[in-house]
């Protein structure tokens, strides 16, 4: 009887290889799912192109020494009871994903004092107006804005949609505005402090800085510069 003898001496190393490869292919898998997991979990900021478009003082009232006038009535104590600003920085959305205002918050400073600033929000209430050096009313308080083509009442978030302020969502197109709390006599704008006695500054002529950041993942959205526009002051 002829005895057959196998050689399997080329069928271990495909084997070997074919093993190697299963291997490969598992740990590929389980990294790139790990790395999904990982990816998967952050949070992203909208992606939105949004700039400046105006910046609007007008109507400052100036009637006596550290008297401030911002975005509410006039003292009645100094006899006025007509709006005495409208302080406003206009944006627009260029393109990208709709940004919801609640979610946003701006960081402001002054391009050569960046170490001063503030942020402020939706979530935050502007400062009662106008007289902030000897305050008529309660803080929180907004009282009657100068007219703003849109707007019918009083302004009472920092940050609102233009023209219609009902709305939180801006998309692609849309416009928002950027209130400030103030201005005076010594051609300064101003944003009170969330947390302090003194507002943050700037005056006509110097580049305002902002950061428009998103809450939770406190990502820039959109960033930029604007030049303070000098304004006239008003004695009546």
């Not at 509410?72 to 627009?92: C, K, M, S, V």
């Not at 959305?93 to 391009?111: C, Q, R, Y």
Request: hydrophobic share 35%.
């Amino acid at each position: 009887m002829k005895q057959i003898t196998y050689k399997d001496s080329a069928v271990s190393p495909v084997i070997g290889i074919l093993l190697m490869l299963v291997v490969t292919i598992i740990i590929a898998a389980v990294v790139s799912g790990f790395a999904g997991g990982l990816s998967g979990g952050q949070e992203k900021a909208p992606q939105a192109s949004i700039n400046p478009t105006d910046f609007q003082i007008k109507d400052v009232r100036y009637i006596g020494s550290n008297v401030n006038f911002g975005q509410g009535l006039r003292a009645p104590a100094q006899g006025a009871t007509n709006p005495a600003a409208d302080i406003f920085i206009t944006f627009e959305h260029k393109g990208g994903e709709p940004i919801n205002l609640d979610g946003v918050e701006m960081h402001l400073s002054a391009l050569d004092q960046p170490h001063s600033g503030t942020v402020v929000s939706r979530a935050l209430t502007p400062q009662t107006g106008p007289d902030m050096t000897h305050s008529q009313g309660t803080a929180g308080q907004i009282g009657v804005k100068s007219t703003i083509p849109g707007w019918s009442q009083g302004w009472s978030k920092y940050i609102e949609k233009f023209p219609d302020k009902t709305s939180t969502t801006v998309k692609p197109g849309e416009r928002f505005v950027l209130h400030a709390d103030y201005a005076n006599n010594a051609g300064q704008v101003a944003w009170h402090q969330q947390a302090g006695a003194y507002p943050f500054f700037i005056k006509q002529g110097q580049v305002l800085v902002y950061d428009l950041m998103d809450k939770n993942t406190q990502k820039t959205i959109s960033s930029g510069k604007v030049v303070v526009p000098e304004f006239s002051v008003r004695t009546s």
